[in-house]
């Protein structure tokens, strides 16, 4: 679970001590923020018929909500911060996308 407090007033995180908390195991896990056209979520896809849209990695929620928007055409998945980023299972992601 990823918890981000954000500032009331300002389009910002909070100006707290901690103000991004990850709780539980994250190791390999993804944060699918869009699915792109296919509408498909990973862990449901059955093969690469399924979904052939491109995907996008990145490291925080906030940049895929940004990457989502900039490209509807894409899968975006988050790894929740970048040491994660090398455990993310882009062999889905290769595999589905070709």
């Excluded at 093969?47 to 849209?53: A, C, F, G, M, P």
Aim: proline fraction near 6%; hydrophobic fraction near 45%.
């Amino acid at each position: 679970m990823i918890i981000t407090f954000l500032d009331p007033i300002e389009h910002k995180k909070a100006a707290v001590e901690n103000p991004k908390l990850i709780r539980g195991e994250v190791t390999g896990s993804v944060i699918e923020i869009s699915m792109g056209p296919s509408n498909v979520p990973f862990w449901r896809a059955q093969s690469q018929t399924d979904v052939k849209d491109a995907v996008i990695v990145c490291e925080g929620i906030e940049t895929g909500l940004s990457l989502a928007i900039a490209a509807p055409e894409a899968r975006v998945w988050a790894g929740g911060s970048i040491t994660n980023l090398a455990n993310v299972p882009v062999h889905f992601a290769v595999y589905f996308s070709k």
